[in-house]
């Protein structure tokens, strides 16, 4: 695992990372964000590098309803059932094109924070968060995370708990 100093790559985060980190800061939560080289892209690679179970993971997945966004905060072990989402909002979904999530929350897929958004999302939070005592999730760039725990990702994010996750027949 070869981690770098949180503020390197900067200029190639675009300022993302630094305005997660004031988001974070700024909610009294610590400057707990780590950069990998290797990159931290999916919720498998982030695992990898973090050195952590891929439930840890706390991945974002972007969804559209129309022009709004909103955020699912998932387990990394976890598939993202669309329908369930629907139903937690009230809401018709579409997974978010990659260009347009850029433009609305000011991140890269792969480096979607759950805070520091230029447009706020309307945010849920995967129940199955909440059986884990520490969580990795995504710090403004696809080579950025940040250590968190669930209660501190509902509070930051001003989400709602909800149950999302896609069950697999048995």
Do not use: Y
């Not at 790559?9 to 780590?34: K, N, Y």
């Not at 995504?138 to 708990?161: C, D, I, K, N």
């Amino acid at each position: 695992m070869s981690q770098r100093d949180s503020r390197d790559g900067q200029a190639e985060a675009g300022g993302s990372v630094e305005r997660v980190r004031q988001a974070l800061l700024a909610a009294g939560h610590p400057d707990t964000i780590r950069g990998f080289p290797e990159g931290t892209r999916s919720a498998a690679e982030a695992a990898a590098a973090v050195g952590c179970d891929v439930a840890q993971i706390a991945k974002s997945i972007v969804f559209r309803a129309g022009d709004r966004p909103v955020l699912v905060i998932a387990s990394g072990a976890n598939r993202v059932d669309p329908a369930k989402v629907e139903a937690a909002t009230g809401l018709r979904v579409e997974p978010a094109k990659g260009r347009w999530v850029r433009e609305v929350t000011g991140f890269a897929i792969g480096g979607v924070s759950p805070v520091g958004h230029l447009t706020p999302p309307l945010v849920l939070l995967d129940e199955d968060l909440f059986r884990l005592p520490r969580l990795w999730a995504a710090a403004g760039s696809p080579s950025h995370v940040f250590e968190t725990e669930a209660g501190a990702l509902l509070r930051l994010s001003g989400g709602q708990r909800a149950a999302i996750r896609e069950e697999t027949p048995a």
